[in-house]
């Protein structure tokens, strides 16, 4: 079975400080792509950064990076120069190169703190 | 470009009942996948239509179904409400092949 493990339920930072939130997966494909989703209290589902799994390099959207480890099954995301609207409930979602099922991890609530 | 968009925002049934929810994606978007988000359960995939017709459907019981129409809205249908069924009901829509689900805003859905 696949899954999605984010063993943090919470995580908090304070504003401008960096934080990394952790997310493992267990598959046995070999091709696939890895996100993580930020939903804020509005609940809309928001993309923060993609990853094929294919590309060694790690993906980089501005104060958003990842570490991929595929080796490891390991996708963390580093926030850097933490904002108070980055508070929210992040999600890592794993997806299959074949299909279209979205599958997600239980979520990490991130606080950030002034 | 308009995001997703899902109709209605919230919606009380009564057990029993029946109740259609509808999502319109991003334009051009040809796939439209559905969530169900539950704080027991998390988030989970109903299913996925492509150019009408349905790629991918999860582990749900016969009384969720859903459909997509010519234009690409999508609707899904939940008959026989139960308790269990309150959830926040996300819709999701992307390019063909692309990874990219783009969410719409949900519809709350609550269960008397």
């Known amino acids: 079975a696949q899954t999605v493990t984010q063993s943090q339920p919470e995580m908090s930072v304070q504003e401008a400080e960096t934080v990394t939130l952790s997310c493992t997966y267990d598959?046995?494909?070999?091709?696939?792509?890895l996100f993580w989703y930020k939903q804020p209290p509005s609940r809309q589902m928001i993309l923060v950064i993609r990853q094929e799994a294919y590309k060694q390099q790690n993906a980089t959207e501005n104060r958003f990076s990842v570490n991929f480890q595929k080796a490891a099954k390991s996708f963390s995301l580093k926030i850097s120069d933490s904002q108070l609207g980055d508070a929210a409930m992040y999600f890592c979602?794993?997806?299959?190169?074949?299909?279209?099922?979205?599958?997600f991890g239980t979520g990490t609530r991130l606080q950030v703190f002034p | 470009k308009a995001g997703v968009t899902q109709t209605p925002r919230y919606l009380i049934k009564t057990r029993g009942q029946q109740v259609t929810l509808s999502c319109s994606p991003i334009s051009g978007h040809r796939s439209v996948s559905w969530y169900q988000q539950t704080p027991g359960q998390g988030l989970q995939f109903l299913f996925e239509?492509?150019?009408?017709?349905?790629?991918n459907k999860g582990n749900f019981p016969g009384r969720f179904s859903g459909r997509q129409f010519s234009n690409s809205r999508s609707e899904m249908n939940v008959s026989t409400l139960e308790l269990g069924d309150s959830a926040l009901y996300l819709c999701?829509?992307?390019?063909?092949?692309?990874?990219?689900?783009?969410f719409g805003p949900g519809t709350r859905l609550t269960v008397t």
């Open positions: 239509y492509f150019s009408e017709t349905q790629r």
């Open positions: 598959t046995s494909e070999s091709d696939y792509y």
């Open positions: 999701a829509s992307s390019l063909a092949g692309q990874g990219i689900r783009y």
């Open positions: 979602a794993f997806r299959p190169a074949n299909t279209d099922k979205l599958i």
